[in-house]
């Protein structure tokens, strides 16, 4: 079947443009994660959906980043006032329930010159 | 933080079986052992997971101490295609913790010819 799949694949912005990345978990999945992964680092936690409802927003670094789940199955991740730090690839993964394993998409590279 | 630590590289011969070791010495009791790899431009991949039995799919064998300090993942014929970082989690799997996975920087895996 389809897994989780994430668009677009490369995002090249400007530093202070608004960005949106979309991630389509596997369908029936009711767990979404959404982690950001920097060079030569393991993926790092942002947040976590449950449903609709963002259930651990612990790792989002600060509030230019925000996600949103609204129907409780596709997923999109917004950040404004882009910064070079930004830049990463930005990476969503997906559960039937939040105790079973997590699929992962093949991320979304963003650079932001 | 990370919870585990691993060697950041190893080598292993083509056919031959590949022994990756995990330290967790902190683990406690609730806590599940997870394995993830990640091929290079990929998103991570779901390998194994155990609590204290040691546990065996067609990917691969976890064997875990008896005092669930450490683990190692066994491969048992490595193939070129095995060549990627492999990352060793500790997470809790209760249903209201979120399950979200803390990565380390992992072993990165070169399997020669």
């Known amino acids: 079947g389809a897994g989780v799949s994430q668009t677009p694949s490369n995002k090249v912005t400007e530093k202070g443009k608004y960005v949106e990345l979309r991630c389509d978990p596997i369908s029936g999945h009711t767990a979404l994660y959404w982690y950001r992964q920097s060079l030569g680092q393991g993926p790092e936690f942002l947040i976590y959906f449950q449903g609709t409802g963002a259930a651990d927003d612990s790792g989002l670094p600060n509030d230019r980043f925000f996600a949103v789940r609204p129907e409780g199955s596709v997923s999109t991740l917004k950040i404004q006032r882009t910064e070079r730090g930004d830049s990463a690839v930005y990476l969503c993964?997906?559960?039937?329930?939040?105790?079973?394993?997590?699929?992962f998409g093949p991320g979304t590279r963003l650079t932001v010159t | 933080d990370a919870k585990t630590t691993q060697p950041p590289s190893m080598d292993c011969a083509e056919g031959r079986a590949a022994n990756l070791p995990c330290n967790h010495s902190?683990?406690?009791?609730?806590?599940?052992v997870y394995w993830y790899r990640q091929i290079h431009s990929q998103g991570p991949q779901y390998i194994i997971h155990g609590l204290k039995n040691n546990e065996t799919n067609e990917m691969a064998s976890l064997i875990i101490t008896e005092d669930r300090k450490s683990s190692t993942l066994i491969l048992p014929h490595a193939t070129l295609r095995d060549t990627a970082v492999y990352y060793c989690?500790?997470?809790?799997?209760?249903?209201?913790?979120?399950?979200?996975?803390?990565f380390g920087q992992g072993t990165e895996l070169s399997v020669k010819p």
């Open positions: 902190t683990i406690s009791g609730n806590e599940y």
């Open positions: 989690i500790v997470r809790m799997t209760l249903y209201n913790q979120g399950g979200k996975l803390i």
């Open positions: 993964a997906s559960s039937a329930l939040t105790v079973y394993e997590q699929y």
